[in-house]
Nanobody
Framework: QVQLVESGGDLVQAGGSLKLSCAAS????????MGWYRQAPGKQRELVAA???????NYTDSVKGRFTISRDNAKNTVYLQMNSLKPEDTAVYYC????????????????WGQGTQVTVSS
């Protein structure tokens, strides 16, 4: 089993920044790739960003140029730096991990975190 624990969610004004963290523990050799999903009220969950073990990344179009995903393999932690936040970024952000990258990109996630709330006020 793998446990994912997110932190860093908060209330922030539009234009501000936040950095989310997700620490993995447990049988971590079973996961190679990690990412962040989000779900806003009344909307479907969507992939925000993903990163392979070697550092290749993918972003949804709406966050490109504003968000940066990174990871520290030594600390088994993935980060999401969010800049120029907009009210439409308001959502619960979930850390995700999977053994296969294609599955991570398509919600074939092996492990989910509990979620952290990000609220952006206008």
């Amino acid at each position: 089993q793998v446990q994912l624990v997110e932190s860093g969610g908060d209330l922030v004004q539009a234009g501000g920044s936040l950095k989310l963290s997700c620490a993995a523990s447990g049988i971590i050799f079973t996961i190679n790739h990690m990412g962040w999903y989000r779900q806003a009220p009344g909307k479907q969950r969507e992939l925000v960003a993903a990163i392979t073990r070697t550092g290749n990344t993918n972003y949804t179009d709406s966050v490109k140029g504003r968000f940066t995903i990174s990871r520290d393999n030594a600390k088994n932690t993935v980060y999401l730096q969010m800049n120029s936040l907009k009210p439409e970024d308001t959502a619960v952000y979930y850390c995700a991990a999977a053994a296969e990258y294609r599955r991570l990109l398509n919600e074939g996630v092996d492990y989910w975190g509990q979620g952290t709330q990000v609220t952006v006020s206008s």
